[in-house]
């Protein structure tokens, strides 16, 4: 008979716990998600007795079949050949595949869960139909505002559990590991399905899918529990889900047909006058998250080069902000809890308006607070731009690294104390942003910036732009206000921003009676705003001391 096609595109793994459930009937919440367009179910149930099983999956096969959806038993081999269903899904601490191949025949499906490489070459090896690929987020570590669903206090990592972030996350793989899997895949079995599960919901959907496909492999669907079982309206639900599953991010489809990518620094430099003045024309807003000792020198800057500042930390106010048009600066400065959570709200109105977001994980590896926060905001949304100096890049690199043991240098307030030197910054900038698919900008006395294929140092600036407080955290606002107002090739506004900004520093200490910091300041802001004035003027001539070149 041979097994059926599978559509993994939206994989649903039932709960029948009364506090997923409730008092609904489980058969009639599942043919609401399949009239919504749910396209493999798995019979998920723990607690039950073998009778109860086998007569709730019988009416469970009555239903998938009627809408030609393949039906799947979590780990009951026993169950699924009492049933005649399509197949089962196995965990790591389940029957081998090989045993449960030869009990079930090859025309059957066999899902397997795999959380790394090791565990998905092996599987695939032994014929795996599909895998399972998680757990991606633990509820209660990167989904702040909604309370932890239920299923984040279950034990064993199979597909259908998502476990607690406390006590079991050593699974925890984050797109960074989910994108590590596939990799591997691509090279040894790259038409092996796999759906990743494990902290997925409505808002970070489609930014799994977007970060971790390569260029061999991406993943096939998404398996979500709650997100369906626990809904309001099963059907609906399915319908929207399924739809952010087959359509690209706004992140994404904003910035696309932005024209060619710039290869060249010639192309580049010819471009920085262009970019200056979208900025200085288009006015975009730049909403700033940041500290308190920086608001008033990076609202002064964000005016100096053409966009409209608000220093605005309520997360509640971000939906309305989005809408405007302009980018989201979400600076670490202040950590608290609180601020944690009006960071979700805020990259997810962005996320959802395209709107770029430039993170400044400010001090990321002074203390375990500032480190569990990375983990934390790096997992909340889509970061368009990841801007820190050595130290602060090097924590954000080894804290998301999979597969490796998360082994910090301690850094000194926000100071970096790493010296790197460019080449090393490239391959630091360039793994990151590869691993993110984003613009990552590593700073000290030569900015080395990158998309993960393209790769620009920028030798611009002065010492004394590190003498005052706050230089970097404007840089961040600097950035996000030429990214929000360039339409065209990214990676080329941030260099211009990096120019701009180095340049202006130049300027501004060779300007006559500036003798330290506090001259410095005002000294800076004049020359920025001069570089705008001067540039949409026609005159171009500071140009001229750009320090650009390709890695």
């Known amino acids: 008979m041979g097994k059926p096609t599978v559509d993994y595109s939206l994989y649903l793994v039932t709960d029948s716990t009364p506090a997923i459930l409730g008092e609904r009937n489980l058969v009639s919440v599942v043919e609401a998600a399949l009239k919504g367009g749910v396209t493999l179910v798995q019979y998920r149930d723990k607690t039950s007795d073998t009778r109860v099983l086998v007569d709730t999956a019988r009416e469970l096969h009555v239903v998938t079949k009627k809408y030609g959806v393949p039906l799947l038993i979590n780990d009951r081999v026993d169950v699924a050949l009492a049933v005649g269903c399509e197949g089962v899904h196995i965990g790591q601490d389940d029957m081998d595949l090989p045993t449960a191949r030869k009990l079930l025949g090859d025309d059957k499906i066999i899902g397997v869960s795999a959380s790394t490489t090791q565990e998905a070459q092996k599987a695939c090896d032994e014929g795996a139909d599909y895998l399972g690929i998680g757990t991606i987020f633990s509820t209660s570590t990167y989904s702040i505002s909604p309370p932890p669903s239920p299923q984040t206090t279950k034990k064993k990592n199979k597909l259908a559990d998502i476990p607690p972030s406390k006590s079991n996350t050593k699974n925890i793989i984050g797109t960074a590991g989910l994108r590590t899997i596939l990799s591997s895949l691509a090279q040894t079995h790259p038409t092996t399905p796999t759906v990743c599960i494990g902290g997925l919901h409505p808002h970070n959907i489609q930014r799994v899918l977007y970060q971790s496909a390569t260029d061999g492999k991406a993943p096939d669907g ?179 690294a999979p597969d490796s043991p998360q082994q910090q240098q301690q850094q000194r307030g926000v100071d970096s104390s790493h010296k790197l030197s460019v080449a090393e910054k490239a391959t630091l900038v360039s793994t990151l942003a590869r691993r993110e698919r984003n613009i990552v900008v590593c700073t000290g006395k030569t900015d080395v910036v990158s998309d993960g294929t393209r790769t620009f140092a920028v030798s611009n600036g002065h010492e004394m732009l590190g003498r005052v407080t706050g230089t970097g955290c404007v840089l961040g606002t600097t950035i996000s206000a030429f990214a929000a107002a360039y339409g065209g090739d990214r990676l080329v506004a941030v260099v211009a921003a990096l120019v701009v900004f180095g340049i202006a520093g130049e300027r501004a200490a060779e300007r006559e009676g500036v003798v330290g910091p506090g001259g410095f300041v005002p000294a800076f802001l004049d020359e920025l705003f001069r570089v705008r004035k001067e540039t949409v003027a026609g005159d171009l001539e500071w140009l001229k001391r750009t320090k650009v070149e390709k890695l």
């Open 222 to 400: 998404v398996a979500l529990v709650s997100a369906i079982v626990a809904a309001a309206d099963p059907e609906a639900e399915s319908r929207r889900l399924l739809e952010l599953v087959r359509t690209p991010p706004a992140f994404v489809t904003r910035s696309a047909g932005a024209g060619e990518r710039v290869e060249s620094v010639r192309v580049v430099l010819d471009l920085v006058g262009e970019v200056v003045g979208a900025v200085d024309g288009g006015n975009p807003l730049s909403h700033n998250m940041t500290n308190l000792v920086v608001q008033n020198f990076a609202a002064n800057v964000a005016l100096a080069v053409g966009a409209s500042p608000i220093m605005a930390n309520y997360g509640e106010e971000a939906a309305d902000l989005a809408k405007l048009g302009g980018a989201l600066v979400v600076n670490m400065g202040t950590v608290t809890p609180e601020a944690l959570v009006n960071y979700e709200k805020a990259l997810r109105a962005y996320n959802l308006a395209g709107g770029p977001v430039v993170y400044d994980p400010v001090g990321a590896g002074a203390t375990a607070v500032r480190r569990n926060a990375v983990k934390t905001i790096m997992g909340l949304g889509y970061l368009d731009i990841i801007k820190g100096n050595e130290g602060e890049i090097l924590t954000v690199a080894s804290l998301t």
